[in-house]
């Protein structure tokens, strides 16, 4: 049985519930022990950066100095969380200022930072830590007719490409083979959802989300599968707005990459967090 620190992050906690149930359950099943940080904070996300780097920084190192102290390798779900403490650990490998104002301030709370923390996405976990193969033979419902949109985001594989392409990522594409679904020819996956623009340039947030549902609606494609809780909040909580302004008529499902899993492995829907979802997938469980 492999055990891994896990960081949750704000999302997983809040409006990404059904996130961090269907990691926590499809973990679980393939016999993946995941250990919560004890007294994690807030990674600031991409935004603290723009207002103090140093603080920055510090508060997302700070979680890799708790993982640390257990000694295994850090997931994170959150796209953001990932790059954020990717970042943090990059600036204090190769940043010698911001490096040795984090460590006075690391000193003064009792925190040691050696950099031995490798943080990794659950996405990579499972590709290469199970992989494709065992996790076929886990399959009890194969997902024969389900045709799928793999949606990254741009924070997963950017600026950072340690497992996938960083312009045409492939791993979501060869899980959800491995799980009998089709994958269908998405041009837009690595294409930015506008992150927090939708509630600040609202005009720009809702194109940038039209042009990924529409690519997706073109594609043929019955759902978008993502990996970061914003990515889903947009695509799923715009899409009755973006309908009306630009005369369309999306209703596309939008899931986790776990709660696809989940279904192909026969795991209860509840535990999945299914009933959380804004657009019903329920109608595409009929196909499978």
């Known amino acids: 049985m492999r055990e891994y620190s896990y960081y949750p992050g704000c999302s997983a906690k809040g409006?990404?519930?059904?996130?961090?149930?269907?990691?926590?359950?499809?973990f679980q099943y393939l016999g993946l022990t995941l250990h919560e940080l004890e007294d994690w904070n807030c990674c600031?996300?991409?935004?603290?950066?723009?207002?103090?780097g140093y603080l920055a920084v510090g508060l997302a190192s700070r979680n890799l100095c708790?993982?640390?102290k257990r000694g295994l390798d850090l997931v994170a779900p959150c796209s953001a969380c990932f790059l954020g403490l990717l970042k943090a650990k990059d600036k204090m490998e190769n940043?010698?200022?911001?490096?040795?104002?984090?460590?006075?301030?690391?000193?003064a709370a009792g925190l040691k930072y050696n950099g031995t923390a490798k943080i990794r996405h659950p996405l990579e976990v499972v590709i290469n830590d199970v992989g494709l193969d065992k996790i076929s033979e886990h399959v009890t419902h194969k997902l024969e007719g389900l045709r799928i949109a793999p949606y990254y985001g741009c924070q997963l594989v950017r600026p950072y490409s340690d497992f996938d392409d960083?312009?045409?990522?492939?791993s979501m594409d060869r899980l959800f083979h491995a799980l009998g679904a089709e994958v269908t020819?998405?041009?837009?996956?690595?294409?930015?959802?506008?992150?927090?623009?939708?509630?600040?340039?609202?005009?720009?947030?809702?194109?940038?989300?039209?042009?990924?549902?529409?690519e997706a609606q073109r594609?043929?494609?019955?759902?978008?599968?993502?990996?970061?809780?914003?990515?889903?909040?947009?695509?799923?909580?715009?899409?009755k707005k973006i309908n009306k302004l630009y005369g369309a008529s999306f209703n596309i499902?939008?899931?986790?990459?776990?709660?696809?899993?989940?279904?192909?492995?026969?795991?209860?829907?509840?535990?999945?967090?299914i009933e959380k979802a804004i657009i019903s997938p329920e109608h595409l469980f009929a196909t499978v």
Request: hydrophobic fraction near 40%; include cysteine.
């Open 15 to 26: 409006l990404a519930k059904a996130y961090e149930a269907s990691v926590l359950s499809v």
């Open 44 to 52: 600031g996300a991409t935004f603290f950066n723009d207002i103090d």
């Open 66 to 68: 708790l993982a640390e």
């Open 95 to 107: 940043n010698t200022e911001i490096r040795e104002r984090v460590l006075k301030g690391f000193e």
């Open 166 to 170: 960083p312009m045409y990522p492939v």
């Open 185 to 214: 020819d998405y041009g837009c996956k690595t294409r930015c959802c506008g992150g927090a623009l939708t509630g600040t340039v609202e005009d720009v947030g809702l194109r940038l989300n039209y042009i990924l549902l529409h």
């Open 219 to 239: 594609s043929g494609a019955d759902c978008i599968v993502t990996v970061c809780p914003l990515c889903l909040f947009n695509l799923e909580s715009y899409q």
């Open 253 to 273: 499902p939008i899931l986790y990459f776990t709660q696809v899993m989940g279904l192909a492995f026969g795991i209860a829907h509840k535990k999945l967090g």
